[in-house]
């Protein structure tokens, strides 16, 4: 029940920010600017590290169904 109350709220905060057309308003562009992408190598290499440590945790934990 959790992901499916995420989801939603997800989907009713990216679609106000899309509606908005607010400059830094989506989650993606809060992640370039929280790691600095377009900016820094440092900040490029942390996301990637995090972003596919946490996919291949989260694939094991699926599939296996233990942390």
Do not use: D, H, Q
């Not at 308003?25 to 900040?43: C, D, I, K, M, Q």
Request: charged content about 15%; hydrophobic content about 50%.
């Amino acid at each position: 029940m959790w992901p499916a109350i995420w989801s939603c709220l997800f989907a009713v905060f990216e679609t106000i920010a899309l509606v908005n057309k607010r400059e830094g308003a989506t989650l993606s562009e809060n992640f370039r600017r929280l790691f600095r992408t377009r900016t820094s190598r440092a900040g490029r290499a942390i996301f990637a590290v995090g972003w596919c440590g946490f996919s291949a945790w989260f694939a094991i934990y699926i599939l296996t169904g233990s942390m």
